[in-house]
């Protein structure tokens, strides 16, 4: 082949490559960037359409064999009360980071818009305060009710929020936590909302001495909840700060079309503080012989001696499902698990106790064990690869054609950009 035919060619397959073999690239800014951001406890607290009029805990098992193995699934419905009460009055206090990035991706604006929207969300008689940081922290709005006279006093000091330099995390939480502790009352939602877009640069950067601080306050009564804003963030830090807080955890990408933004957010926060029960955490006794292998829809767990602690977050009209999966070579059928759910209702510490025997008819699955596995295999699937847009699209397009799919997992779905468009 002569060098002229040799070069036409080179130019065609350049071409069908270029036409061919494009890969699409979505920006890394954009939708899911974080596991903590497909939190598996969010997924697997559903809309109840069953609702009934108490709180309640039922048990279900399903067993299986795999490799002479027995397969023990233990299944945990929680469903919150139908009844609408009214709201806690709310002392809140908002820390906002200030710091140089924030004005990346317009940040700041963004936080500044979401924020007076949010204040429709306020009754007279809810305190608030508002404290910003970046090299240091500053209360840029003393605690004070909330009322129609203050609410132009609030819309002017965020106006007045501007860009600054590094990022003090734990002075903006201690101001906070002050601020808070001014009004704090056991028959209010005491909680910092603390947003962040980076990670500690000045003062403690720790995370264990800074963690250690959302412990203390929460054993004096104060919740956490956190909003990380854009992907240069402490996912592990912010994430622990709301479990041990007891309060929410947020993540927001910057991309304008993704379906999650701040806005958004805030508004699952305050649903969130509408909870009717609170303080969920469950115990679980169980035959020494079965293995604990994983367990799905806890915000925290902890193995200590005889028992397995569960904690998981706040519960508003939904069901909450926590499995428990565990593996043995031994099948006694006389054998049972034991569950003791405690959790605040209307201000009041309440306990319930439940048995269900560790064997059951092999392979029975009803149909909220279905559910709660198939919201398990897609959320997880989802997870493996976070940055695989067409991976996550795959994941959860065969599970959201079927019919009564969660809608957080719908949601979870248009968060993510479809690269076919």
Not at 25 to 37: A, D, E, R, T, W
Not at 74 to 100: G, H, Q, V
Not at 151 to 156: C, G, L, Q, Y
Not at 261 to 289: C, H, T
């Amino acid at each position: 082949m002569n060098a002229k035919w040799l070069s036409v060619l080179c130019l065609c397959m350049l071409y069908i490559q270029a036409v061919y073999c494009q890969e699409v690239v979505i920006p890394s800014n954009c939708g899911l960037f974080s596991p903590h951001q497909v939190d598996m406890e969010d997924y697997l607290k559903v809309d109840a359409y069953d609702y009934t009029e108490v709180t309640d805990i039922n048990l279900e098992v399903a067993n299986s064999l795999d490799n002479k193995k027995l397969n023990v699934a233990l299944l945990m419905d929680i469903s919150s009360s139908s009844e609408n009460t009214k709201r806690k009055p709310l002392n809140l206090c908002f820390a906002l980071d200030r710091s140089a990035s924030m004005e990346e991706n317009n940040r700041m604006e963004k936080l500044k818009d979401a924020m007076k929207e949010i204040l429709s969300f306020l009754v007279p008689g809810d305190y608030v305060s508002i404290v910003t940081y970046d090299d240091v922290a500053q209360v840029v709005l003393s605690s004070r009710q909330y009322n129609k006279y203050s609410d132009s006093i609030f819309r002017e000091t965020i106006d007045r929020i501007t860009i600054g330099g590094g990022t003090n995390m734990l002075a903006g939480m201690l101001k906070g936590y002050n601020e808070i502790n001014k009004n704090q009352n056991r028959f209010y939602r005491n909680r910092l909302i603390l947003m962040s877009d980076g990670v500690s640069t000045t003062g403690e950067t720790n995370p264990d001495r800074i963690l250690k601080h959302t412990i203390d306050y929460y054993d004096k009564g104060i919740e956490t909840s956190t909003i990380g804003i854009g992907n240069n963030i402490n996912f592990n830090l912010l994430h622990n700060i709301a479990v041990e807080g007891r309060g929410e955890s947020h993540f927001v990408g910057d991309c304008d079309s993704a379906y999650i933004d701040i806005g958004y957010v805030l508004r699952e926060e305050f649903s969130g503080m509408n909870a009717n029960i609170e303080d969920i955490q469950i115990e679980i006794y169980n035959p020494k012989y079965l293995k604990i292998i994983d367990v799905y829809g806890a915000s925290k767990v902890v193995q200590t001696g005889e028992k397995l602690i569960v904690s998981c977050s706040n519960l508003y009209c939904k069901k909450q499902y926590i499995l428990v999966k565990f593996q043995s070579k031994k099948k006694n059928r006389k054998d049972k698990i034991t569950v003791n759910m405690n959790f605040t209702e209307n201000n009041e510490r309440k306990n319930m106790v439940k048995q269900i025997p560790c064997m059951n008819n092999y392979n029975a699955s009803s149909e909220k064990m279905l559910l709660a596995n198939k919201i398990i295999d897609a959320v997880n699937c989802v997870k493996n690869r976070l940055t695989d847009q067409r991976y996550k699209l795959d994941c959860l397009d065969k599970f959201v054609s079927e019919p009564n799919v969660p809608s957080n997992i719908i949601a979870l779905r248009e968060s993510i950009p479809d690269i076919t468009k």
